[in-house]
């Protein structure tokens, strides 16, 4: 089984919207780290923001927040007021417990338009 | 200069050739990655140096082989690759393996001919 899951390939979104991606995940491990990255078209994996699994808070970090549904498994990340520049591919990821490995999702390629 | 560097940043390589891509990162970081990024699949953990020692080989061929001289430096040393080996080649540090945000370089696209 997948452990995270992005179903939308491709979304669009009017500059200045908010949009949201999804992201769901699986794990018995209670002990959990869920991420969040930017890639544009030079390459680079940006990091943009962290939830815990025992953080009782949703993460936000300036225009993006992590809406952090546990009991549904769901870690969705929405970008608020959409800027030009966010045009990108968004990949979720989760660390299991103590491990040292990221699973990546497939991603999904956000465009915004004017 | 700040973050995790790689170079190059583009590699055009034949099937008999050898070539090695290097990363650097100036994060102050213990912990260091290789991952590969192929086309419509999930970014694949390559190896996992702690501390400058191998902590992970995911099953990666023999073709690929990691080396890191100390904390700040990996390198991925490549020889008779084949074309399927195209990919965007991506490297990552972290404060420590089990429990650090993981920062990533700008990657390294090779094409294998």
């Known amino acids: 089984a997948q452990k995270i899951t992005q179903t939308q390939p491709g979304m669009f979104v009017q500059e200045k919207e908010a949009v949201t991606l999804d992201c769901t995940y699986d794990t018995s491990d209670p002990s959990y780290g869920l991420f969040w990255y930017k890639q544009p078209s030079s390459g680079e994996m940006i990091f943009l923001i962290y939830q815990g699994s025992y953080d009782q808070q949703n993460a936000t970090e300036g225009r993006y927040s992590l809406n952090f549904q546990k009991a549904r498994k769901s870690a969705n990340l929405v970008i608020s007021a959409s800027q030009l520049g966010d045009s990108a591919m968004y990949f979720c990821?989760?660390?299991?417990?103590?491990?040292?490995?990221?699973?990546f999702g497939t991603g999904t390629r956000l465009q915004v338009f004017p | 200069e700040t973050g995790v560097t790689q170079t190059p940043r583009h590699l055009v390589m034949g099937m008999t050739n050898k070539k090695s891509l290097k990363c650097e990162q100036h994060?102050?970081?213990?912990?260091m990655y290789w991952y590969k990024q192929s086309a419509k699949k999930p970014l694949e953990l390559m190896f996992v140096?702690?501390?400058?020692?191998?902590?992970e080989n995911n099953s990666v061929p023999s073709r690929f082989s990691p080396e890191c001289p100390n904390s700040s430096h990996l390198f991925l040393h490549l020889h008779t690759l084949q074309p399927e080996d195209s990919a965007l080649y991506l490297c990552a540090s972290s404060q420590d393996p089990y429990s650090g945000t993981q920062y990533f370089g700008p990657g390294t696209r090779l094409l294998v001919l």
């Open positions: 994060l102050g970081h213990n912990a």
């Open positions: 140096y702690s501390l400058e020692e191998r902590v």
């Open positions: 990821a989760m660390r299991e417990g103590n491990t040292d490995k990221l699973i």
